[in-house]
């Protein structure tokens, strides 16, 4: 599927800038690394929540999209330029392989009052690693 020009624009702004601060990449890192996605360095991790990670790099891990789709909405909300958010989305569910469809469906499934203790409790660790990654 093709990308939007707006969200091509946005990877070539990410070559000089981060989008996502060194704070929130470093304690979602923590977070999803060998859970949401296989183990990957730091560094790697970093490129990819700033859309520098090349596709086949990233490898989430079977059955966790629905988590994921909350973590690219959490981490989303913390971009500055507001434009910026909807085609930082797009990029990252290009690189994880989530349609733009799947993600409206479900990023907030794990908001949910029916959302299961696990899910619920992934929710809290996004939250807090957001949290700290805010004042790091």
């Known amino acids: ?16 800038r981060d989008i996502i601060s060194l704070g929130v990449c470093v304690s979602i890192y923590q977070t999803c690394n060998g859970v949401q996605f296989k183990n ?3 560094s790697d991790f970093i490129n990819f929540l700033n859309l520098k990670l090349s596709k086949e790099l990233v490898n989430p891990l079977p059955r966790e999209k629905q988590r994921i789709c ?19 989305i ?7 392989n989530i ?8 990023h907030k499934d794990v908001l949910s009052v029916k959302a299961s203790k696990k899910n619920k409790e992934y929710r809290e660790y996004i939250d807090e690693a ?7």
Not at 1 to 16: G, N, W
Not at 90 to 96: N, Q, V
């Open 130 to 136: 957001i949290e700290r990654g805010r004042n790091f």
């Open 1 to 16: 599927h093709y990308m939007k020009d707006e969200t091509l624009l946005l990877k070539e702004l990410a070559l000089e």
């Open 70 to 88: 909350y973590m690219v909405y959490a981490v989303s909300r913390t971009i500055k330029a507001a434009n910026y958010s909807e085609y930082w």
């Open 90 to 96: 797009e990029g990252i569910l290009d690189l994880c």
């Open 99 to 106: 349609s733009l469809e799947y993600y409206q469906k479900h």
């Open 40 to 42: 990957i360095p730091a």
